[in-house]
């Protein structure tokens, strides 16, 4: 069984956003049973937590006795164990892992980037940097929607590319018009968002933070 850290509790804008989210969905595409341990703000600096995530971020997971942290290691550790997610021949694996790297280092930091903003509102230096932190979220948005194409997927089959790369555009949830302007990525991310692990995966979140 595997065991995941998650907030008791978050901001409503945080909802649907934590990082478990994506292992929770890992999970429900490669039919692994999972349970959550929920901890709270303060738990997050204890001792106990910080064994299993040295910054003391969400999530952390244990798996058969080996303890993990960063979202795309456990993502990529859940996806050896299926080829739903991961497919078994070494041109499409070695894509998928690709795909997934790109979108935590070259996606999500130009994402990332600008979202950062939300939390700087009214500084002084905020309304220089904003244009060149959207410039870069186009640019990167624009080469992905090209690399995508007409295709359904990032590949030949959802993997664990795709996963990640969604839960990267998720966060422009609230700035719809960066997928606005390019529509064959606000279909792709729609698609991914449509698959039932996906729903399955964000109502278990959710239900999570209503557990008193």
């Known amino acids: ?3 995941l850290s998650a907030f008791k509790w978050v901001p409503d804008f945080a ?11 890992a999970c429900e595409e490669a ?3 999972y349970k959550t341990w929920r901890i709270g703000f303060d738990d997050k600096e204890t001792a106990a937590y910080r064994a299993w995530q040295p910054f003391g971020q969400v999530p ?5 006795g080996i303890v993990m942290f960063e979202s795309g290691a456990m993502v990529l550790q859940i996806g050896e164990r299926s080829e739903v997610l991961l497919p078994g021949d070494p041109k499409g694996r070695a894509r998928a892992i690709s795909w997934l790297f790109c979108a935590l280092n070259t996606i999500e930091v130009a994402v990332q980037g600008y979202g950062d903003l939300f939390f700087h509102k009214g500084e002084d ?4 940097r904003r244009p060149q932190l959207v410039e870069n979220v186009q640019k990167r948005l624009k080469q992905l929607a090209t690399a995508l194409g007409d295709k359904d997927y990032l590949e030949e089959q959802f ?12 966060i422009l949830n609230d700035d719809p018009e960066f997928l606005d302007a390019e529509p064959a990525l606000k279909a792709y991310k729609a698609r991914c968002e449509a698959r039932p692990a996906f729903q399955k995966a964000l109502k278990a979140q ?3 933070f209503e557990v008193r």
């Open 1 to 3: 069984m595997i065991t």
């Open 15 to 25: 909802r649907g956003q934590v990082r478990d989210l994506r292992v929770r969905w």
């Open 31 to 33: 039919g692994l049973p």
């Open 60 to 64: 952390a997971m244990e798996a058969d």
């Open 125 to 128: 230096w905020v309304a220089a």
């Open 159 to 170: 993997t664990v590319g795709d996963l990640m790369m969604a839960t990267v555009l998720r």
């Open 206 to 208: 959710l239900d999570d």
